[in-house]
């Protein structure tokens, strides 16, 4: 197993575009969690998905952004019409019950 | 108040020094991970805690659950410990470890031969 893959790991676009994140998670694990990470700080919990059911979303979560894992396997993190503020670093885990990995993450520049 | 705060936020030392970086939290919790960020983004766990001490290595990680306080050490510590270490905690009410997690800020080690 080669562990929790995100794709693709740098985004630069324009403002008012949209782009789409794609995190692979370990096969065996049913939660799979999206973070963003701003500089300097912490990752902020965005939603998690527990198989394909997506149980969790944060008030950071605005309107534009959208997530979805239809298989329950690997999932995908949608932004509209990106804004600058935007710009962060987009990292993906998964878990079971007995243990979790992080992605190397998404690092998405807005100009 | 964040729920989880980490001091110091910025740790300078000197190649071989010993080091503590401080972490608390304000709720119950079912798990804290200590985790290391090098830059570029990449995410390593190097301790899951929910009770008394782990060792790996020249790191070692405790936790008191009464005081809601966790340290990582750093034995003889290396130029390439600087890293970028983060305590975050998991508050899944299911009792996963691995569950949805809460960070602090950070604390930005640097080792300077």
């Known amino acids: 197993d080669t562990g929790v893959s995100q794709d693709p790991r740098h985004k630069i676009t324009k403002r008012g575009q949209n782009v789409t994140f794609r995190c692979d998670p370990i096969?065996?694990?049913?939660?799979l969690y999206w973070y963003r990470q701003t500089l300097g700080q912490g990752p902020e919990f965005l939603t998690y998905f527990q198989n394909e059911a997506q149980l969790e979303k944060s008030r950071l979560l605005s309107d534009r952004f959208s997530a979805e894992r239809p298989k329950g396997s690997f999932s995908t993190l949608e932004i509209q019409r990106t804004e600058q503020g935007d710009s962060a670093m987009y990292l993906c885990?998964?878990?079971?019950?007995?243990?979790?990995?992080f992605g190397p993450g998404t690092r998405l520049t807005v100009l | 108040k964040n729920e989880v705060e980490q001091s110091p936020q910025n740790l300078t030392a000197q190649e071989g020094e010993f080091i503590t970086i401080n972490c608390s939290y304000s709720v119950g919790i079912s798990a804290l991970h200590w985790l290391q960020q090098h830059p570029g983004g990449g995410i390593v766990s190097l301790f899951m805690?929910?009770?008394g001490k782990k060792k790996h290595g020249r790191l070692i990680a405790t936790i008191n659950i009464q005081e809601k306080h966790s340290s990582l050490h750093i034995t003889a510590s290396h130029p390439r410990d600087s890293a970028v270490y983060i305590c975050?905690?998991?508050?899944?009410?299911?009792?996963?470890?691995?569950?949805?997690?809460?960070f602090g800020q950070g604390t930005i080690l640097t080792v300077h031969p």
């Open positions: 885990a998964s878990s079971y019950l007995g243990g979790g990995s």
């Open positions: 805690l929910s009770s």
């Open positions: 975050a905690v998991a508050l899944d009410a299911g009792g996963t470890s691995y569950g949805k997690l809460t």
């Open positions: 096969s065996e694990h049913n939660r």
